[in-house]
């Protein structure tokens, strides 16, 4: 079994997995629970998760576990994220998760978190023609964003990655503090006429952060989004739930949900439903991505094989 303790969203899957040829042979069981763990952060005058969102995260965590122990996993193994590296009582957190599921769990460092990734998507492809250096993986979570892209450099492979701190939360923060001025809002949502505001500012940060090396890989790759936002939030939103999404097709989307409130949204994360869309279609802009497929992969597979 493995479990990929997002910033957002805590997940497991339970799967039969031939260690020898490093596949994924039979997921048997997927679930997973929305926690708010960097909105908790964000709100937090110290820096540190509290006890409210440690405790509803644990009872999230030992449900999800209780399910998967019904099918005799040999190891529950998984990984935590952005907000637990960046959270000074982040490592006391997850110690204090594994006490109460059971389970073993690291923080990864966003260059682990990227690796496991493009492992991830390439479990999810299920396609031996498809070779590593056709393809750049886009992960989107709560806290951070990675891109990732490997190519032969003196006959070695390469790993270029992004590691960026704009993400689903932190574009909802801003838009909530920076333009709304409205820190102790639960939701930015309508967006209404700051949707190019919004754009302009993820165009720029997107247009700086991102480096040459990553711009030039996207020019000839397919673009996979793997994550929470491109293949639930986005995805979701999308009519008749798409496994790829063009530029243009996003941004006729995006138009006409930034005028609706949370009341005419639905789900858990409708806080971050809107403003993910305009944070992907920032990116696509700046970088001149016009497609993304979109994979049902988190970090799990990566986990499981690992």
């Known amino acids: 079994a493995g479990l990929d303790i997002g910033s957002g969203t805590t997940k497991i899957a339970v799967a039969r997995v031939n260690v020898c040829q490093q596949r994924i042979e039979k997921v048997l069981y997927q679930d997973q629970r929305a926690v708010a763990w960097n909105d908790a952060l964000a709100h937090s005058a110290d820096n540190q998760l509290s006890p409210s969102v440690t405790h509803e995260g644990a009872a999230a965590l030992q ?14 193994s998984g990984v935590a994220t952005a907000v637990f590296r960046n959270a000074s009582n982040g490592q006391a957190v997850i110690e204090q998760l594994q006490r109460q599921s059971g389970a073993q769990i690291s923080i990864i460092s966003q260059q682990q978190e990227a690796t496991l990734g493009f492992l991830s998507a390439r479990a999810a492809l299920n396609d031996p023609t498809v070779r590593d250096e056709q393809l750049l993986v886009w992960d989107i979570g709560g806290g951070s964003m990675q891109m990732t892209a490997w190519r032969q450099q003196a006959g070695k492979p390469v790993a270029d990655i992004y590691q960026g701190r704009l993400a689903s939360v932190t ?55 793997i994550g929470g936002v491109h293949g639930f939030s986005i995805r979701n939103q999308l009519p008749g739930k798409p496994d790829h999404y063009t530029l243009a ?58």
């Open 249 to 306: 097709t996003l941004s006729q989307l995006s138009q006409q949900q930034v005028w609706k409130g949370d009341s005419e949204l639905s789900g858990d994360y409708r806080a971050t439903d809107v403003s993910n869309l305009l944070l992907v279609e920032g990116y696509m802009q700046a970088l001149k991505i016009n497609e993304v497929e979109i994979v049902e992969a988190s970090l799990i597979q990566g986990v499981l094989l690992q």
């Open 171 to 225: 574009l909802k923060n801003f838009i909530l503090t920076v333009l709304k001025n409205s820190p102790k809002a639960e939701s930015p949502n309508p967006i209404g006429s700051w949707r190019q505001s919004v754009l302009r500012f993820v165009q720029f940060y997107a247009t700086n952060e991102v480096s040459p090396q990553i711009k030039q890989d996207v020019a000839d790759r397919r673009v996979i989004g």
């Open 63 to 76: 449900q999800l576990v209780a399910h998967a122990q019904r099918f005799h996993p040999q190891r529950i």
